[in-house]
């Protein structure tokens, strides 16, 4: 059974009027991944932590081999500081969990 392609059609608003031009800008779907970051987590990642100051993406890495030899660096560096262990709940014996 052969498939019916559906028709396209515009919404109201995109559909060209009698001069060609639509009345009003398409809507972007993309979101930059720092917009998406500090929406749902409140977080600017694009701020340096010591100045600041913008920061902007230079590159990114892809291959798995080199992601790897990276975090395995960033474990032997001296500059990583291990975080502090979580807070220990104080034992109150009104309280049942």
């Known amino acids: ?3 019916r392609r559906r028709k396209r059609r515009w919404p109201r608003a ?3 009027e009698a ?3 639509p ?7 993309y979101w930059a ?3 998406l970051m500090r929406r749902a987590f409140d ?12 920061l902007r993406l230079m ?3 892809d291959d798995p081999d080199a992601i790897r ?6 474990a032997e560096s001296d500059e990583v500081v291990g975080r502090a262990p979580p807070p220990v709940p104080a034992l109150n014996a009104s309280h049942v969990a």
């Open 1 to 3: 059974m052969a498939r």
């Open 14 to 16: 995109l559909h060209p």
């Open 19 to 21: 001069d060609g031009e």
């Open 59 to 61: 590159a990114t890495v």
């Open 33 to 35: 991944w720092a917009d």
């Open 69 to 74: 030899a990276i975090l395995g660096a960033l």
């Open 23 to 29: 009345t009003t800008a398409p809507v972007v779907r």
């Open 43 to 54: 977080i600017d990642v694009l701020a340096c932590p010591r100045c600041g100051g913008r």
